[in-house]
């Protein structure tokens, strides 16, 4: 089991800026993607960015230029630096690690 610990979220204006954090824990694999998906309210979860153990990323196009994805091998952490943020992208965003594992979703609403 991995277990997935979510932090970052909150209440911003439109053109503002947050970054996330994900934290895994328990039986991790040295080889992993994690990443992010988000769910904004009568939507369906939806794609936002990726990242290999090995630094590969890749980005839904609705995201791209103004979030960045990194992480921390040694920490087994996943961040999501969040710029340029605008009223659509209010979602709750989950973590998720190799496909499997997802995080309990933090919110993060922008305001206009």
């Known amino acids: 089991q991995v277990q997935l610990v979510e932090s970052g979220g909150g209440l911003v204006q439109a053109g503002g800026s947050l970054r996330l954090s994900c934290a895994a824990s328990g039986n991790t694999f040295r080889s992993n993607t994690m990443g992010w998906y988000r769910q904004a309210p009568g939507n369906q979860r939806e794609f936002v960015a990726i990242?290999?153990?090995?630094?590969?990323?890749n980005y839904a196009d609705s995201v791209k230029g103004r979030f960045t994805i990194s992480r921390d091998n040694a920490k087994n952490t996943v961040y999501l630096q969040m710029n340029s943020l605008k009223p659509e992208d209010t979602a709750v965003y989950y973590c998720?690690?190799?496909?499997?594992?997802w995080g309990q979703g933090t919110q993060v609403t922008v305001s206009s």
């Open positions: 990242i290999s153990s090995g630094g590969s990323t």
């Open positions: 998720y690690y190799n496909g499997v594992y």
